[in-house]
């Protein structure tokens, strides 16, 4: 019995183990902005993603191929615990907008995220993912293939140097930058206590589009949508037709 237990051991493959990428690359934000015609941020705005180890300046590390930010490039994101629907949804608004000729953009966290990049990617489409760890780290480890497809064929980015310590309080500088790359952000998913909220504050602060989904919207069980609803360039959608309408404007 035990011969057989560690024969069946023995077969089962090993885990592979996240490779970080090797072409590390650095930008700063500003520099990055410019060059990917996106509007420029305040200088207090910067500040907060000075680095605290490195020079000081609001530094991009990335992996890939920056032209991927050279279309307009629309975030999608949402909670980690997404429902089945949630999930659809997020998934076919990748889709369509991969079909309209637009990068997406997300975290690289379990949920919406995952489902947005995963149905980008396999709609031919182009992706940028911004991680909240240095390009050495894949986390959740279960996304580590994923984030070694895109940094190896797409683009992968953070505001983490390498050897940089990161914690729970550390996202919303991904989440800036998340913002500032991107036309507009897109919440599918998002309970009143979801990080993505965020994102979706950054975004006014970045006079970036909000768009907030209908059916987030009309749910009676969150309050969370209306401290956003009716303030300058936040837009309840029903259709990707409508997010397209808005930022062509």
Request: charged share 25%; with cysteine.
């Given at each position: 019995?035990?011969?057989?237990?560690?024969?069946?051991?023995?077969?089962?493959p090993?885990?592979?183990?996240?490779?970080?990428?090797?072409?590390?690359?650095?930008?700063?934000?500003?520099?990055?902005?410019?060059?990917?015609?996106r509007p420029?941020l305040?200088?207090?705005?910067?500040?907060?993603?000075?680095?605290?180890?490195?020079?000081?300046l609001?530094?991009?590390y990335?992996?890939?191929?920056?032209s991927?930010?050279?279309?307009?490039?629309?975030?999608?994101?949402?909670?980690?615990?997404?429902?089945?629907?949630?999930?659809?949804?997020?998934?076919?608004?990748?889709?369509?907008?991969?079909?309209?000729?637009?990068?997406?953009?997300?975290?690289?966290?379990?949920?919406?995220?995952?489902?947005?990049?995963?149905?980008?990617?396999?709609a031919?489409?182009?992706?940028?993912?911004?991680?909240?760890?240095?390009?050495?780290?894949?986390?959740?480890?279960?996304?580590?293939?994923l984030?070694?497809?895109?940094y190896?064929?797409h683009l992968?980015?953070?505001p983490?140097?390498?050897?940089?310590?990161?914690?729970?309080?550390?996202?919303?500088?991904?989440n800036?930058?998340?913002?500032?790359?991107?036309?507009?952000?897109?919440?599918?998913?998002a309970?009143?206590t979801?990080?993505?909220?965020?994102?979706?504050?950054?975004?006014?602060?970045?006079?970036?589009?909000?768009?907030?989904m209908?059916?987030?919207?009309?749910?009676p069980?969150?309050?969370?949508p209306?401290?956003?609803i009716?303030?300058?360039?936040?837009?309840?959608?029903s259709?990707?037709q409508?997010?397209?309408?808005?930022i062509?404007?």
């Amino acid at each position: 019995m035990c011969m057989e237990l560690q024969r069946q051991h023995t077969a089962m493959p090993r885990r592979t183990r996240y490779r970080s990428p090797s072409d590390i690359r650095t930008i700063t934000l500003p520099s990055l902005l410019a060059e990917m015609h996106r509007p420029a941020l305040e200088a207090r705005q910067l500040d907060f993603l000075a680095s605290s180890t490195q020079d000081g300046l609001a530094s991009i590390y990335y992996s890939g191929d920056l032209s991927a930010l050279r279309s307009r490039a629309i975030s999608i994101v949402g909670t980690r615990e997404v429902s089945d629907e949630g999930r659809r949804r997020a998934r076919k608004l990748a889709r369509e907008l991969v079909a309209a000729g637009i990068t997406i953009v997300s975290g690289l966290a379990k949920g919406v995220d995952t489902a947005a990049l995963t149905a980008a990617i396999d709609a031919g489409g182009r992706t940028a993912a911004v991680i909240g760890t240095p390009l050495d780290k894949a986390y959740p480890a279960e996304n580590a293939t994923l984030q070694e497809l895109i940094y190896g064929e797409h683009l992968l980015l953070t505001p983490f140097a390498i050897g940089e310590r990161t914690f729970k309080g550390n996202f919303p500088k991904r989440n800036r930058v998340m913002a500032a790359i991107s036309d507009a952000t897109v919440i599918v998913e998002a309970s009143d206590t979801s990080g993505t909220l965020h994102q979706a504050a950054e975004c006014g602060r970045l006079k970036r589009w909000l768009f907030i989904m209908r059916s987030v919207a009309d749910d009676p069980s969150l309050t969370w949508p209306k401290n956003f609803i009716n303030k300058p360039k936040v837009a309840v959608i029903s259709s990707t037709q409508d997010i397209l309408d808005a930022i062509e404007t």
